[in-house]
């Protein structure tokens, strides 16, 4: 449980980092008054997206790649 929020907040600073970004080099993209909530939403989009690539890689990770013919057990 402790890892979900570490990463939680980690996908909130790098959204938070995002929308600096943009309002520091394209101003007229977003105005300074809204850098607090494009933030949030940059953070939450960065969750889902780390989120879903937590999810590929388990779903990938644990799919058989050629299943034995011999079965689970089988030492040769």
């Known amino acids: 449980m402790m890892r979900e929020w570490i990463i939680f907040a980690l996908c909130l600073g790098v959204g938070g980092h995002i ?3 943009v309002v520091m080099h394209a101003p007229g993209l977003w105005p300074w008054s809204t850098t ?5 939403l940059s953070g939450l989009a960065v969750y889902a997206l780390v989120q879903a690539g937590r999810g590929g890689w388990k779903l990938f990770r644990h799919a058989p790649k050629f299943p034995s013919k011999n079965g689970p057990n089988a030492s040769w």
Request: glycine share 38%.
């Open 36 to 40: 607090g909530f494009y933030g949030l």
């Open 19 to 21: 929308a600096v970004g």
